[in-house]
Structure formats: structure tokens, C-alpha cells
């Protein structure tokens, strides 16, 4: 069956460093990688897609790469914030729909 | 431009009821689909409609079930409830455009059953 596996530990980081999350998959070939921000009791914000045929993906301060062979996706965000902390989501989809399969999210905390 | 809003809020609900929740997408999007997501973990894809029918479904029960209206808003329904079924639902709204992915997220129902 398919999984999609984040780091369930949280991870703390220092203000101004860079914060990577890694999202490893298997049984599935996605055409679209995802991730998303969600805050505590709120609805998962959409950040940055990314397609089976990109390697990377970049937005401000925000950079994901995919990489079909290892099966793998890293998010990072360089000169890391507090206002940075939240759960990031990776998220699968494929060319039938928009129908999203998520990851159990890696909860990051940037102290100043 | 109002974004995707659910209601309720929050719900309490015993065992063996039933619930609707509601969801209107954000202007312009005509594709609702429906999470579940248990505390401390990613959500779950429920089903998606769009021109009001079910297009795809996940792997949840027939106790579930929805609806979608001409206005594109959605209704979730949940029969018979399971303590197991408390968890935040969330709606999300999309384009039916292939090359597009993201998908926009309301802000969730909090499900307690008791």
C-alpha cells in the first residue's frame, strides 16, 4: 500500500538557520509533490508544488526538491523565523485528480 | 474574496448519531473534496465531488456520505457515529484543472463524539 513517511519528531532549530524536512514515499509514482503549513487548529495552507518532471522549486526563502529515484522530497527554509513554527505537511497526488494522500506532518519550532 | 468557510465550528455528538457539516468553496472553484484528520496525524482523503457527483472516494465507509449543490457548496454527512469518528474535517476547494494541484483549506469542524 502506499506510505508517505515524515520525520514524526519535532524538529528545533535556531533563529536564522536552515530548516530541512524530508518526505520519503513508497508504492506510488506521483506526478505532483506538495507541501503545506498548518497551524494549530487550523486548515493545512498551501506552500509549493512541485512535478514529477521538476528537480526543484524555489519561493522566497522557501526550496523543495524532488527526486523520483530515491523517492524522496526536501523542504527547506532558509533564514528560519519563529513566526516559521508550525507543522509542515508533504502531500502526494496523480494525474487521475487532485485527490491528496498526506504525511503525518514534521512539526518544526525556530527559537530566537 | 471570501475563502473556503465551514460550519460548524466545533460539535459534540454521542454515539450512534448522526451529523452534517457543511462547506462553501472559495469563489471560483467548482471541486470540493473532504479530509479527515485525527489528532497528530496527516489528513485522510474522504471523497471528492464536483458537478454533484462523488468523483473519487477513499477508504472510508458507506456511513459517510455527501452531497454537493448547484452553488458548488457541500454537505458531509456521518451515520451512526463511532467514538473513533472525533477528529477535525476539513473541507478543501480546487479548480477541476489538472495542471493545477493545490488545493485550498477551510478551517476545519472539530468532531468530538462521546
Known amino acids: 500500500s502506499q506510505k508517505i513517511e515524515q520525520n514524526s519528531e519535532a524538529l528545533n532549530i535556531q533563529e536564522g538557520k536552515t530548516a530541512t524536512l524530508t518526505c520519503n514515499y513508497t508504492n506510488y509514482s506521483p506526478a505532483y509533490l506538495q507541501w503545506y503549513r498548518q497551524d494549530p487548529g487550523r486548515g493545512p495552507v498551501f506552500l509549493l508544488l512541485i512535478r514529477e518532471n521538476e528537480k526543484e522549486k524555489r519561493k522566497e526563502r522557501l526550496k523543495v526538491t524532488f527526486d523520483t529515484t530515491l523517492k524522496q522530497s526536501l523542504f527547506h527554509i532558509t533564514a528560519s523565523q519563529p513566526a516559521d513554527s508550525a507543522t509542515y505537511l508533504c502531500a502526494l497526488s496523480n494525474n487521475a485528480g487532485n485527490m491528496l494522500t498526506f504525511g503525518g506532518g514534521t512539526r518544526l519550532m525556530v527559537k530566537p | 474574496d471570501a475563502g473556503v468557510t465551514q460550519s460548524p465550528t466545533h460539535l459534540i455528538k454521542t454515539r450512534g448519531q448522526q451529523v452534517t457539516l457543511r462547506c462553501s468553496p472559495k469563489s471560483g472553484h467548482d471541486t470540493v473534496s473532504w479530509y479527515q484528520q485525527a489528532l497528530g496525524q496527516g489528513p485522510q482523503f474522504i471523497f471528492q465531488?464536483?458537478?454533484?457527483?462523488?468523483?473519487q472516494r477513499g477508504n472510508f465507509p458507506d456511513r459517510f456520505s455527501g452531497h454537493q449543490f448547484p452553488n458548488y457548496s457541500s454537505e458531509l454527512n456521518v451515520n451512526a457515529l463511532l467514538l473513533g469518528d472525533s477528529a477535525l474535517y476539513l473541507c478543501a476547494s480546487s479548480p477541476l484543472d489538472y495542471s493545477v494541484g493545490e488545493q485550498y483549506f477551510g478551517p476545519g469542524t472539530r468532531l468530538t463524539v462521546t
Open positions: 465531488y464536483y458537478e454533484e457527483e462523488e468523483r
